[in-house]
C-alpha cells in the first residue's frame, strides 16, 4: 500500500504526534509499505512532505487565500483573529496537499482534527480516510485561552468554532480512531460523533528502539544519595508542571530527593522562578529537551505526570516499560494506564497535597517503590505491544479499502 501520514502539527516536534507517526512510517516500510509524512514546518511557514525534498512555502499560498476570504466575503472568518488564523492554515494545508497530489495513495491516515477536514475536501473520493484523535483540541484550547472563564466560554465565537471544528473533523473520515475510552466518551458525548464511527485500541511502543537508546546511555547522573522523580513534558499549561512544583515544595524538608523535569516548551522560565521561590531550586533540575529520555528513565525512580489534560502519553508507556511507579492526575486517559495502588498513584489534577503525599510514600518506602515498579514493567510488556497496535491498525487500513469497493469505487 502507498500511505500518507498527515497533521496540521508541525513535524518534527516535540509532542507525541510525531513519535506515534515516525513508529508508524517505520513499521509499515519494514512491512514493505510505501509511506509518506505531511506536516507544518517547523521552522519557516511551510507545508512539507518530509524525508523527500517536497514543499510548498505559505507565503505562496496566502495571496491566492486572500483574495477569496478577505472581511467583505468572509466576514465571520475576521470576528476572531485566533479563528481567522487557523481557518487560513487549514485551507493552506488543503492547497498544499492538492499541489503535492493525493491521487496516488490508497490510505490517508490524519492525526487531528483539522487536517482531517482539510485533505477530506481535496481527496479523491475513492481514497479512504482514517483519522486518529489524539485528544480534544476544543478543550485544549479553552485551557490554554480561557481556563477561568468556565460555563462564559462555551457562548463564545472561539467556543463555537472549535466545537464544530472537533465534530466535523471526527466525522470527516470514514473511520476515527482513538486510544482511551475517555477520548471516545468525549467525542461521543460532547460533540456528538455517533459511537459506531469510532474504534478505540491503544497505542503501541517500539521496545527495541527504547531499550537501545537505554544501551547508549547518558552522560546526566543523579546526586549522591538522592532519589529522582522524573517527569519528562512539554513545559506547558496542561501538562501541569506548576502542580509537581508546587507537590515538591511540600517536600523541601527531605534532603533524598532531586527531580529532572526534561523538556520544554514557554513556561520554562515561569517554572524555573516558581521552583526558586519555594526554595528548591537546587533539587529542581530542568534539563531541556533531550534525546536520551529512555537513559534517564532507567537512572531514575519515581515517574511523575501531573497533567491538566492528557489521552495517552507515550511518556507514561516509557515509565512503565522502563519498570518505575507512575504518580498521575486523574486526567483524561491516565487512570486507564495506571492503576492505583498497583502501578503507581494517581491523585486529582490540581490536588497538590496528595500529589506530594504519594511521592513521599515512594520516597521513604523502598520495598513499595519496587513492587509498584515490577507490576508497571508487567503491565507495560502485556499492553504496549507495537505488533499488536499495526496489526489492527492494517486490519483498519484493509476494511476501509475494502469499504469503498463495496460503495463502487473501483
Not at 252 to 276: F, K, N, P, S, Y
Request: aromatic letters at 8%; one cysteine or more; proline letters at 5%.
Amino acid at each position: 500500500m502507498n500511505i500518507l501520514l498527515a497533521t496540521y502539527w508541525p513535524l518534527p516536534h516535540l509532542g507525541g504526534v510525531w513519535p506515534y507517526m515516525k513508529q508508524i512510517k517505520e513499521n509499515l516500510e519494514r512491512k514493505g509499505h510505501s509511506v509518506d509524512i505531511m506536516g507544518n514546518g517547523p521552522d519557516i511557514p511551510k507545508y512539507h512532505i518530509l524525508y523527500e525534498n517536497r514543499e510548498i512555502l505559505k507565503e505562496t499560498l496566502l495571496p491566492l487565500l486572500h483574495a477569496k476570504l478577505n472581511p467583505y466575503t468572509a466576514p465571520l472568518l475576521h470576528v476572531n483573529d485566533w479563528i481567522r488564523t487557523v481557518e487560513t492554515d487549514r485551507y493552506c494545508m488543503e492547497l498544499a496537499a492538492a499541489y503535492f497530489g493525493l491521487g496516488k495513495y490508497d490510505v490517508i491516515h490524519t492525526q487531528d482534527v483539522i487536517s482531517t477536514r482539510a485533505l477530506k475536501r481535496v481527496k479523491p473520493a475513492s481514497t479512504p480516510l482514517v483519522a486518529n484523535i489524539h485528544g480534544s483540541l476544543a478543550r485544549e484550547v479553552q485551557l490554554a485561552v480561557a481556563k477561568d472563564a468556565g460555563e462564559a466560554y462555551r457562548e463564545s465565537d472561539m467556543w463555537k468554532y472549535y466545537e464544530s471544528l472537533e465534530h466535523w473533523g471526527a466525522l470527516s473520515s470514514d473511520v476515527t480512531l482513538t486510544s482511551t475510552q475517555w477520548m471516545k466518551r468525549i467525542l461521543v458525548h460532547d460533540f456528538a460523533i455517533p459511537e459506531g464511527h469510532i474504534q478505540t485500541f491503544q497505542y503501541g511502543l517500539d521496545a527495541e528502539k527504547f531499550w537501545n537508546i537505554c544501551r547508549e546511555g547518558t552522560p546526566i547522573r543523579p546526586g549522591a544519595g538522592k532519589k529522582v522523580i522524573i517527569c519528562p513534558s512539554r513545559l506547558v499549561y496542561i501538562k501541569g508542571i506548576a502542580y509537581l512544583i508546587e507537590a515538591l515544595g511540600k517536600l523541601r524538608h527531605r534532603t533524598d530527593w532531586e527531580c529532572w523535569i526534561v523538556g520544554d516548551g514557554h513556561l520554562r522560565h515561569e517554572l524555573e522562578q516558581q521552583a526558586m521561590a519555594l526554595g528548591i531550586s537546587n533539587d529542581v533540575k530542568f534539563l531541556g529537551h533531550r534525546t536520551d529520555v529512555p537513559a534517564l528513565l532507567q537512572l531514575s525512580d519515581i515517574f511523575a505526570h501531573p497533567s491538566v489534560q492528557d489521552n495517552q502519553p507515550f511518556s507514561v508507556m516509557e515509565a512503565q516499560l522502563c519498570g518505575k511507579p507512575s504518580v498521575v492526575s486523574d486526567a483524561g486517559g491516565l487512570p486507564e494506564m495506571v492503576e492505583h495502588g498497583v502501578t503507581g498513584f494517581v491523585s486529582r489534577v490540581g490536588d497538590t497535597g496528595t500529589l506530594a503525599f504519594h511521592l513521599e510514600k515512594l520516597l521513604e518506602n523502598d520495598r513499595l517503590r519496587r513492587k509498584m515498579g515490577a507490576a508497571a514493567a508487567s503491565w507495560g510488556a502485556r499492553h504496549w505491544s507495537m505488533d499488536l497496535m499495526m496489526e489492527r491498525l492494517l486490519n483498519v487500513y484493509e476494511q476501509a479499502i475494502l469499504n469503498k469497493k463495496r460503495e463502487g469505487y473501483a
